[in-house]
Each structure stands twice: as structure tokens, then as C-alpha cells.
């Protein structure tokens, strides 16, 4: 690896791939990491020309600045095949995605949350919960999507569909999906065709009914937004899919990963729910920041960006791609003190506007728009689901990777209850 400063004799970060996260029980409270992020290191650029961004400020300086664009979920792909003119919140860049942001801003204001999903959460946490709590088992992954879909779609306008099983649509589309292109092998062209029929299911059952409807009566929701913007169905149901990753599937796995914890550990269970709404959010804030679900960041630069790392200045080029690795970020000890791999509610932040979750909700113009709606959401629920009695984990989740959104997928998590 050749360090920012050039130094090629500098060794490789000390890391651990693996088949899983690794296992951090001796040194850390941390679950989800599948590599250990090198601590002695800010910004490095590996032999293959990438970028590798590990602290707070040099992240941060990477994702605000304006002359670097989306490069993760797709955007290459998306790049090469796609032609609307509408490129899609997740990929669109300069003044029009400014734009496109302030307009849908008004679904995920507090006051909009609070107003528009609350009573829709707490209701659907109740049935949830009451299942549970009547068949004294459940699987916590499949509870937890079961509330995140039911919300995003109320929040896109998903609600129209011509025949049950959203769910399974769009859970058997993200199941393990990387960059969805066609492959010279014939296995990976196989897997392309069968994602591709899962979107059509998608569309022709739940997303075009969702529009005919909108057209004939528009509600205060995503996609009659959308057409009113003249977005075409092709476009909307891209759209789609960017707001069902990101409502969906990541709080969903946030949802499990909070319980997880809060279940391990009683004392923190029992200061969670005696909190006020206040504190129990800024509990959840640390443990996303301890377990950010996006665990990478990808960027391309469009023009040479200039950032200072330890006083220094570091130029990346034009073209090159930036990989920012969101778990080494929100772990540097000089932004949030000691013990930074482990979940310390109320630990002192240092820095200038720094939330206490770091980047686990990004950072600049493509920050998570959706961050006050999934903390809501997993609070409703968790103070639901952890007072019920003798609640216990059965079996721990197995722990995958989503690879087109370098995320954390756990899995048959069984909570038992008495």
C-alpha cells in the first residue's frame, strides 16, 4: 500500500478478511465487522489505484466536497445501461440532486415523522409484538422487516398491490445481491435474469398499481411526488427500489442488531427502557455508530480534491475511486475517547457538529435522508419488545454480507419468551 505521503515501504494494514464478521469477544462489544480496520493509518491509496479513507475528517472532507461523486450501489452499472433523464436521488449529483432533496425533504422532517408514521409504527409494533408475546417464539429478522416494509411503503406509496408478498419480492431480490449486470460466465448471467424477473414482479404487481392510482387521486407520499415531477414509470420504479433498500432493508438489520445488544446486556436493557425519548435515541445513535450498516462509502472523484489529513495536504486525482470505511471512521479514539469498540451510551463526542452516531447515516449532500424515521421506528419497537417477560435470545443471528451495499444481513435471530 503507498501511503498518502508516498512512502511505498509502508506495510499493509493489519487486516483480517474472513468468511464472516471477525470474532472481537476478547477486545470489543462489536458484532458486525467482518475486517479489522487498521488504527495507524488516515488515507492510503492501494496498489490498484483505490483510495482507502479511514478517519473522521479526512471522511468527512470526502463525502461534503464537491468534486467527488456516487460510486457505490451500482452506479457503474447504472451508468453504463441506464438512459433516463431522471437519474435517481441516489445517483444524481450537483444542483438537481440539491433540489430533488429539498423536495422530498418534507416526508422525513421529525415533525412529518412524527405526525404521518408514528401512529402507523405503533400500531403495527403492537400486532408484532402481541405475535410474539402469544407464540413465545419468533424469528426478530423476520418481525423486524415485517415493520420496516410496512413503513417505507406507506412512506413511497407502495400500497396498491394487485397480489400479496411484497415482502418476498423485494427480501428474494436483495438477498445477497451484488452489482446486478450480466457476467461472461453462465451462472452469473442466470443470476442477472432471475433478479430481473424479481423486479418485473416487482413492478407489474406492486409499483404500477401504486402509480395508476396516484394518477388518478396523488397522496402525500413519494411517488405521487414523483409524478408530478414526470417521472416515468421506469424511473419511479427505480426509485423504488433505492427507497426500499434504504427504508427496508438497513433499519431492518439496524432493529436486530439494537435488541441483540440491549438483550446481552440487562443493565443497558433496563436504562434503555427507564429512559426518556431523548436518551433512549442517543443510546441508539451509539450502538449504530458501533454497528453502522454500510460499512463502506464509495466515491469517484470528477476533479482533483484537495483535502488536509494530519496537517497535510493529500491530493486525490481526478478518476480515481475513494473507498471511505465507515466503521474505522466512527472508532477513531481522538473524535469519540476511549474504548471506541465498545457501546458507551453518553460518551463525550469530540469535535465541532459531530453526531453522535458519525457516519453511520453518511455524510454531505447524499447523508441518509431517512435517519430520525429508523431511530423512531426501532425505538417504538424495542420498547415493546424488551418488556416482554422472560424475553431471551434462542439462537443468535447468522451474520451475512449484502454485497451491493456493503451491509450486515442477520438472519434466523429466535427470540423465546416466557
Request: aromatic content about 8%; proline content about 6%; overall charge neutral.
Amino acid at each position: 500500500m503507498q501511503t498518502a505521503q508516498g512512502d511505498s515501504s509502508t506495510p499493509e494494514p493489519t487486516q483480517t478478511p474472513t468468511d464472516g464478521p471477525v470474532d472481537h469477544s476478547a477486545w470489543s462489544q462489536q458484532k458486525t465487522a467482518r475486517d479489522v480496520e487498521p488504527t495507524d493509518k488516515r488515507i492510503e491509496r492501494d496498489t490498484a489505484g483505490v483510495w482507502h479513507v479511514y478517519t473522521f475528517e479526512e471522511a468527512r472532507a470526502v463525502l461534503r466536497s464537491g468534486d467527488t461523486k456516487q460510486a457505490g450501489f451500482g452506479a457503474q452499472f447504472f451508468e453504463m445501461f441506464t438512459t433516463s433523464k431522471n437519474q435517481g436521488i441516489l445517483y444524481m449529483e450537483g444542483q438537481p440532486h440539491h433540489e430533488q432533496r429539498r423536495k422530498t425533504a418534507r416526508f422525513f422532517t421529525p415533525k412529518a415523522v412524527s405526525a404521518n408514521y408514528r401512529p402507523l409504527m405503533e400500531r403495527l409494533s403492537d400486532k408484532l409484538v402481541a405475535g410474539l408475546r402469544r407464540k413465545k417464539r419468533a424469528d426478530l429478522s423476520q418481525i423486524s422487516f415485517a415493520l420496516a416494509l410496512q413503513v417505507a411503503a406507506q412512506v413511497v406509496g407502495l400500497t396498491n398491490s394487485r397480489l400479496p408478498g411484497m415482502d418476498k419480492r423485494l427480501e428474494g431480490f436483495f438477498k445477497g445481491a451484488g452489482i446486478m449486470q450480466p457476467g461472461s460466465k453462465p451462472l452469473a448471467t442466470i443470476r442477472f435474469m432471475w433478479r430481473q424477473r424479481r423486479v418485473i414482479s416487482f413492478f407489474f404487481l406492486d409499483v404500477k398499481p401504486a402509480i395508476n392510482a396516484r394518477r388518478r387521486k396523488p397522496q402525500e407520499d413519494v411517488i405521487s411526488h414523483l409524478i408530478s415531477q414526470d417521472y416515468t414509470d421506469q424511473e419511479i420504479l427505480n426509485e423504488c427500489l433505492t427507497y426500499a433498500a434504504a427504508g427496508m432493508v438497513t433499519t431492518r438489520e439496524f432493529i436486530s442488531v439494537a435488541a441483540w445488544h440491549f438483550l446481552e446486556h440487562p443493565e443497558l436493557c433496563e436504562r434503555y427502557l427507564a429512559a426518556p425519548e431523548e436518551d433512549r435515541y442517543e443510546m441508539l445513535h451509539e450502538t449504530l455508530r458501533l454497528e453502522p450498516v454500510i460499512g463502506h462509502l464509495m466515491r469517484r472523484a470528477t476533479a482533483d480534491v484537495a483535502i488536509q489529513s494530519s496537517g497535510a495536504p493529500v491530493t486525490i486525482p481526478q478518476g480515481d475511486f475513494i473507498n471511505v470505511h465507515i466503521y474505522a471512521a466512527n472508532a477513531e479514539e481522538s473524535v469519540v475517547g476511549d474504548h471506541p469498540l465498545e457501546l458507551c451510551p453518553g460518551r463525550a463526542i469530540n469535535g465541532d457538529n459531530i453526531p453522535s452516531m458519525l457516519m453511520s447515516f453518511g455524510d454531505g449532500h447524499h447523508r441518509c435522508p431517512g435517519a430520525y424515521l429508523a431511530i423512531q421506528e426501532t425505538d417504538i419497537l424495542l420498547q415493546r419488545l424488551l418488556t416482554i417477560p422472560g424475553l431471551r435470545i434462542e439462537t443468535k443471528p447468522t451474520i451475512g454480507l449484502m454485497e451491493i451495499g456493503q451491509s450486515y444481513e442477520l438472519r434466523n435471530f429466535i427470540l423465546a419468551a416466557d
